[in-house]
Nanobody
């Protein structure tokens, strides 16, 4: 049974950093982070293909966020640096049994497995 559980959300000041973690069980090819603003649909933040460690990022986070896996490929991380108030959102871990691609990794419809979310708040 596939299960995902996020942790690491917190309140930080602008310019600060956080590390989000996603504990995963089950066989997964593509793992991703999404975020959701109140009243908005979930948007892709970053994804990683576990088979080749290919990584994908939304333009809004390139150069500031880093996605990674631990050696066992059962824990996914999202390092958030240089945080901005507009990064405030609920962050979700998502996973699927398909190879991530630049054309689809960002679509929430591609992922059948989701965690419960962890809140990130960036405010002074």
């Amino acid at each position: 049974q596939t299960r995902l559980r996020e942790s690491g959300g917190d309140s930080v000041q602008p310019g600060g950093s956080l590390t989000l973690s996603c504990d995963a069980s089950g066989y997964l090819d593509c793992m991703a982070w999404f975020r959701q603003y109140p009243g908005k649909e979930r948007e892709g933040v970053a994804a990683i293909y576990t088979g080749g460690l290919l990584k994908y990022y939304a333009d809004s986070v390139k150069g500031r966020f880093t996605i990674s896996l631990d050696n066992s490929k059962s824990i996914m991380y999202l390092q958030l640096d240089t945080l901005k108030p507009e990064d405030t959102a609920m962050y979700y871990c998502a996973a699927a049994v398909f190879k991530c691609s630049s054309g689809s990794w960002w679509s929430r419809h591609e992922y059948p497995y989701w965690g419960q979310g962890t809140q990130v708040t960036v405010s002074s």
